[in-house]
């Protein structure tokens, strides 16, 4: 009897140590290197199961769950949340009734105000404060300075555990990217923290996501401009992947590679032979683009 307490006594201790060591993972501290890879590998073993074998395993959800915590302290504010060129935000100096009318169109909860340019964010507005005014019938006020409430401000280099850590510590829930000139770089909410653990979340206000790569015919693609280089060198060509330049997406790519942000109708030749076509573009960012094959590739197609 007391050689059966002392062996259930050491599985206890066993499965007492993985989730310390989980908690390490989750609330910081020196993790056990081979604790995760020893997660992993336990991860890779069902890789394919569909469903639990026993009451109590975990479900394929469960695995990838468990899978993305245990990278979620690689990743840093650099990586999460959404780029710069996708910044929704409102200039100090706009109207209440302007500002009621983004927030429709936005379908956010909270809009970042800057000052001048993207680069100076002095803070943000949440939706509660806007609708307290409407739903009370309180006098609209001439400017948002009242409104205007303290962001988080991190380094690229912040981790995202840590980051996490800082929103619920000071309970707010927007953090402004800055790189290093301290210029804005993106931005992070609560949720997009979130969503690195448990998948895209996506509420009946969110519109069913297009595609950002669609084959036409000659074997041509229509590119939306934020479509990643990993994607483009997935189902296109592998040499689209390739670059020596710090860019991720098909738009910041032909931006690189012309040296400026192409006009509409522009055209940006790549090094394999491929023809980046602008159709749709702006002062300070591409939207679309058409990408041609390779002469080549064209004659064997037709």
């Not at 400017?143 to 995202?160: K, N, T």
């Not at 992947?241 to 790549?270: I, M, Q």
């Amino acid at each position: 009897m007391a050689d059966d307490r002392s062996s259930a006594g050491n599985g206890d201790s066993s499965e007492s140590n993985i989730w310390r060591g989980l908690k390490h993972l989750i609330f910081g501290g020196a993790p056990e290197e081979s604790l995760r890879d020893q997660l992993e590998e336990a991860i890779d073993r069902h890789e394919d199961d569909p469903a639990p074998d026993a009451k109590g395993d975990l479900t394929p959800l469960e695995r990838q769950m468990v899978r993305n915590l245990l990278h979620f302290g690689e990743r840093d504010a650099g990586d999460v949340g959404v780029p710069r060129a996708d910044i929704i935000a409102i200039e100090e100096g706009t109207t209440f009734a302007h500002l009621v009318q983004i927030f429709a169109e936005a379908g956010h909860s909270r809009l970042p105000v800057y000052r001048g340019a993207l680069d100076t964010i002095i803070g943000m507005v949440h939706i509660k404060d806007v609708f307290n005014i409407l739903a009370t019938g309180a006098d609209h006020p001439a400017d948002l300075s009242g409104l205007i409430r303290d962001p988080l401000y991190v380094p690229m280099s912040r981790g995202a555990l840590d980051l996490l850590a800082d929103m619920r510590a000071s309970h707010v829930h927007l953090a402004v990217v800055l790189d290093e000139y301290s210029g804005t770089e993106g931005l992070v909410t609560i949720e997009d923290l979130i969503e690195e653990i448990v998948g895209e979340i996506e509420d009946e206000h969110d519109e069913a996501p297009e595609a950002l790569l669609v084959p036409i015919d000659g074997g041509a693609w229509e590119a939306d401009a934020r479509a990643e280089l990993e994607d483009a060198a997935e189902l296109i060509d592998p040499q689209l992947g390739e670059t020596e330049h710090d860019v991720d997406t098909l738009g910041g790519l032909a931006a690189v590679l012309a040296g400026h942000v192409p006009a509409r109708g522009e055209c940006v030749d790549h090094p394999s032979g491929w023809k980046l076509e602008v159709l749709d573009s702006d002062e300070r960012r591409i939207h679309r683009l058409r990408l041609h094959p390779p002469v080549a590739r064209e004659v064997e197609d037709a």
